[in-house]
Structure formats: structure tokens, C-alpha cells
């Protein structure tokens, strides 16, 4: 049975989300649907793409992502497909693919984008304020039906990326920024392992303050002890030991992050 | 299968709805169920009635919906089930089912309502306070079961209607209201294209701000721009591009919006 | 077809009990999944205990409940399943599962423990932040997928438990606490059904207001009003008829409830 997972910034109270599932079933009747989120910052495509980036790979094979922040809807902005190595993503031509897209270059998976441009798979009236509704979600699950992609539109090579910041060599480290908090208020850097993996010892700082050496887990310092780590996605991230980093240091997205490395 | 969705102004901390779903399994194993919406205001009956009206024609016919907003649970105010035309709606006799039983109305569909009232159909034991797993979820489980309508109680022809307020014609025009603010701050009025459709041009005033013509979505003006539409729904509404008008205007449901037609 | 639940303190934000849905996918490919809640406050252990013994109940016998509340996450703290009468339970060993194992006991259920120990039943890679997705999804569903708990780890006897606060007597009637706050700002107690079974007539004193005897359902009295009475669960507690009971007396868990018995 396919599965689709949906990732929007609809929020929980009008049943945007919830809509889409039944445009859903109407197409493809058993299909199996999970929530990423729709709690994503209205109109914020690089959290979208985190998101996305963090969670899609844990999913089967085959399984069809269908991903709506969408600033320009109902404008020019193309809707398109992307089958990325065992993942299909379905979505606006706005960035929000750029991670996943990076991803599967980096692993050199079988990569197809289409232009989700045969309105045969729409719902039959296209409003211009819901392409979640009435284009993405139905042609996702004709995708689930067995139609393929290539039959939902036509290819093209150009997609949209976002400009991702990117972390700077130092004379003794890296200097990178925050580009995520989640609802714990842990701060997930533009850092990760690569980047890390040959230090012994390193020094971070961050808003003044500086935190000596990473952590395997939260469990080795106290409560209420600012530390650094690995996260569960392999970024390096600063947390605050049961509690939450993000108000302890009064952190944005953006703001920038020092790493000495000692080695 | 059967498809069954909840509606209701439960929140999303307690596990009242994820109760509801156990209850439907142990009646109906194989259901699909989908959640509207959890995060209706507490009571607010008009706000339920609104997005059950605009989400529940998307789902496959066959399909039932339970809602649930309900100041009343444990007195007099009966338990009801609704055929309306392809679709179920299952839930407290209040005025919530008001929008979905004009709107079978206004399209001749077939209607017939019954006061669930067969009390081997509920739980066995029945709370004062929750009904929605007690009585709701168990008679809409009985339904995607298999049993019909008619056996879960006896019919009536009574149900409590809303009273929704309706826009008033003036001399240029009409004068309406907010009706609906969404999770992005777009405002719906409770005028929609029927009102509108022979209008060449409008002026549209909303807390003493004038706007000028409507739009088909919000890429053709600046992000900021306060704007005027029919939205997913065919109703007009009121938005900010890239932002919330609710928050831009400081409206609450019950303002008013008058419009100009300068035909 | 399983049944499996998440009951955690993830957040909507970030996609975490989304992932968790597809790791379990992935391995049972068929398996219903319901949110209870994700809504839990961070690192609040009782609070979970207690939305988990009032919502597991409901499921159909078979349900596999996963509870993540776990401060203690990549430590020494032991991953267990417990089969406690028809339900199975996967989550941290510290506490989370004390109401849940006090009601089998209560009810001489049959009840197995162990320490979730077989690796082979986790992802490859186990994070030091993330068991929910790492180590209890992939237990769980394996155990969907057929594989008896005691395959996935050692038998133990001696899960952690948390101190829950118990009433105390006083000289005509009860001293209790609050325990629990739901969504609409009822206040649940430690005092139950069998606190005040022979009880004609009772006063409640909480923050320097006193309530006089117990109601049925809200409907009894007028809006505003405050009123105590035992809800869904059999649990005494308050609550303001169509308001917030927490908001109107300023409460918090952990507050003083008196009842005095006039029997």
C-alpha cells in the first residue's frame, strides 16, 4: 500500500491538512497517510526543507512526499515532481526540494524532475490560493494509483534551489550559524560531522558564551548545563540539558556560531 | 473501507481524539480515519459548523464525519446522525451540521436525520461529560460496520439550525461581516461569489481601510499588500500578502466589511 | 492489522513522531498508527503516566502503545516493553509506565517485563538523542510484525516507579492534590470514584473557594459557574461550566484539594 507523508505550513485549525486526505482517497483509496508537520513558520521554505531533508529517509521505498510552502501560489512558480533515488516529492518550484535534491547528488541516486504540468491529474476546478488541495495532493496519489510520473508532466533539469548558508573556514576552525530550532529549543547548526570529525577538542561559542568540548548525550552533564553535540541527524547542535538552548541564549535562525578546534 | 473523520474543539494534549480512534477500531478494525481539526475554540459552535462545511465535500462519498463542539453534553440536547446526500455527519444536535444541511438543501439532495437514541449502539457505560467517545465515535463506527442509519436511532425532522448571519444589501452594495479568520490571518466574509459575480469593479472598506478591486491571488500584488479575493471556498475574503490581515487590521469574527459595486 | 499509539512530548513542529511512522512502516508495513498526543510538556514524566492509563484503555486488545517522555534518553536508563493484560507498552524505563502497571496489578492482569536488550530489533545506527525513533518505532513494530516481546529483550522486575501523590485522610473527609490540567482548563485530582462513593453530600475547598456537593454533567448549572463532579475517567474534579476552572483559580498541578464529607 503507498504512503504518502504531507509537510505544509497550514497549521491545525482549519483542516487544510485534513482536506488534502481526502483528496487523497478519493484517487488512491488505501493509501496510507502520516503528518510531518504543518506547524512550519508560514512562508518558511528553508525550515521546510530541513524538515524534509530530516525526516523523508526514515520512510519506505516508494513513499511519495508531498511538501506545501508555497509564498507563490497561484503565480508562474511551476508545480513539479522530483523521484530522488526511492522517494518521490511533490511540491512547489520554490526551493523546498533544494536539500533533499543535494542529497541524492551527493549519493548519486537515479534523480528525474518533472513539471507537474498534465491537468488531467488535478482536481477538475483549480482554485488560486490551494495547489495543496487541488493539484498536489491529487497528483500525488494518482502517483500512489500507479501512474507514473513522467505521465503527470514533463521533464525539466532548471529547479529552483535556495541559497542554504554555508559555514566559512577560520584560522582554527569554522565559523557557521544557527538554521534551525526545534520544539525542545535545541539549536541545530550548519555544521556537522564532516566538519568536526578530526577534532579532539574543540571551543564554541555562541552569543558570548563559549562551551568546551561536545557531549555524547544529555545525560553527562546536570540539568540546566549548555552543551554541544552530534544531533540525531548527524548536525552539530547546541542544547540546554532539560530545557531549552533557544531561550537560555536568546537565539534566531542566523544568528553565528564559532568552533576552535584544538586538534 | 470506510472513511470516518473528527472534527472537534478537544486540543491536542489530552488524547481525547486518539480515544475516539480506539474506540472506532474496536467496532470498525479496518477504518481510515482523518483528523479536521482538533483546535476549534472551545465551544465555539459557528467555527465548527464553518470548517465542516468546507472541508467535508472533499472526502469520498460513503464517507463519515463525526464532529463534536458541544456546551451541552449530558443534558437534554440529543445525539443526531445525517444523511446528506453521499456523506454521514454524526454528533451533538446544536447547530453544528446547520452549513452542510443547507447546503444539501440547496442542492435537492437526499436528507434524513435520526436521533441516535439505541443505546446498545454507544460504549457501555456512558460518562456525563464525553461523549464523543461514548456515543459519537461508537454509533459512526456501527455505520462504516455496516449497520444502517435508521437502526442507530429513530428519524426526526427538527434539527437545531445556527442562526448564521447573512450580508444585507445597501444602496451601492452589500454590508457583510468577518465570519472566519484562518491560520494565516486571511479574513472570510459571509459574502461569496454569488454576491459578487456581476460586479465589474468594488471598493471594499473593513476598519475604515479602503481596498480597491479584487485579485485572483496573492502574486500579483506586493508582499504587505492588503488584498481582496474568493478564496478555496468560493467565499470573498480578505488578505495580506505574505502576512496576516487579522493581525495587520486587528479584525475579529463580527466586523464588519461593506462593499461598492460599481457596475 | 496492529494497532499501534505514540503518546510523546516531540512537539508538531519538527517531523519527530512522523519519522517514527515511517521507521515503524518500514517494517510493519500494514500498521495503524494513532496519536495520542505529542503535546506532552518536555521532560513532564507524570503528566504522561496519566494521559496514558486514561487513553490506553480504549484501544483494541493487541495495541502496541509507544510513550516517549525521556529526559534520560542515551543514558544508562533501560529501554523496556511491558505486556500488561491485552495491551503492550514500549517506551523508557523511568516511570512512564507506573499507572499503566498499578491498574494491571489492581486488576491481576497477566504481566511480563523486559528489558528491550536485542539490538537486532533496533535501526543499524542508534543515535544518543532519539530512542523514539532509533530503538522503540523498531521495537514496536517488529512486535506488530509478530515477533513475541520476549524476543526483544530479557525478563526484569523491577521497572522504575514514579511517587504519584496519594490522598490523605483528614478529620471528615479527604486532603488531595491536582494532577493533571486538561485543554479546557478542567482540573483532575488524585480523588477518585472510591474516595467519595458513600458520600450524600460533600464540600470542595481549592484556593480559599468552597463548592458546594457534586453535579452530574455541566448542563446542571449556568455558565460560569464553578462545579465539581467525576468525569470521563472517574476522576473527581472541577471545572467551570463553558470556561477555563485552571484560568478562573489560577491553579496549578501540584495544588491543594479538600473535600469534607457530610455523610
Given amino acids: 500500500m503507498a504512503v504518502i507523508t504531507l509537510l505544509t505550513d497550514f497549521g491545525l485549525l482549519d483542516g487544510y491538512p485534513g ?11 488505501g493509501a496510507q497517510i502520516a503528518d510531518i508537520s504543518h506547524s512550519l513558520k508560514p512562508q518558511n521554505i528553508l525550515q521546510g526543507a530541513i524538515v524534509l531533508v530530516q525526516t523523508a529517509p526514515y520512510f519506505p521505498p516508494g513513499t511519495i512526499h508531498i511538501a506545501v510552502v508555497d509564498p507563490g501560489v497561484g503565480t ?8 530522488l533515488g526511492e522517494h518521490y516529492f511533490i511540491g512547489p518550484d ?28 488535478w482536481l477538475p476546478e483549480i482554485s488560486h490560493v490551494f495547489h495543496g488541495r487541488d493539484i498536489f495532493a491529487p497528483a500525488a496519489a494518482h502517483l500512489a494509483a500507479g501512474i507514473p510520473l513522467t505521465d503527470l508532466g514533463t521533464p525539466i ?31 541545530t547548526t550548519n ?11 574543540v571551543t564554541i561559542s555562541i552569543k558570548g558564551v563559549k562551551i568546551n568540548g561536545l557531549v555524547s548525550t ?7 548545563t549548555l552543551v554541544a553535540l552530534l544531533d540525531s541527524s548527524g548536525s552539530f547542535a547546541i542544547s540546554l540539558v532539560n530545557g531549552s538552548a533557544a531561550q537560555y541564549l536568546k537565539v534566531r535562525v542566523g544568528d553565528k556560531v564559532e568552533v576552535s578546534i584544538n586538534s
Avoid: C
Fill in 19 to 29: 482536506v488534502m486526505k481526502g483528496v487523497i482517497w478519493k484517487i488512491a483509496p
Fill in 94 to 121: 520554490n526551493g523546498l526540494f533544494t536539500l533533499v535534491l543535494e542529497r541524492a547528488e551527493d549519493q548519486s541516486a537515479p534523480i528525474q524532475l518533472v513539471h507537474l504540468n498534465q491537468s488531467k491529474y
Fill in 191 to 201: 555544521l556537522h560531522t564532516g566538519h568536526l570529525e578530526s577534532a579532539k577538542e
Fill in 157 to 187: 533539469s532548471d529547479p529552483i534551489r535556495l541559497e542554504i548558508p554555508k559555514p566559512m573556514r577560520t584560522s582554527n576552525g569554522w565559523s557557521g550559524e544557527v538554521i534551525y530550532i526545534d520544539h525542545f529549543g535545541n539549536l
Fill in 218 to 224: 544529555f545525560g553527562e552533564r546536570l540539568p540546566g
Fill in 76 to 83: 508562474q512558480r511551476r508545480p513539479i515532481g522530483l523521484h
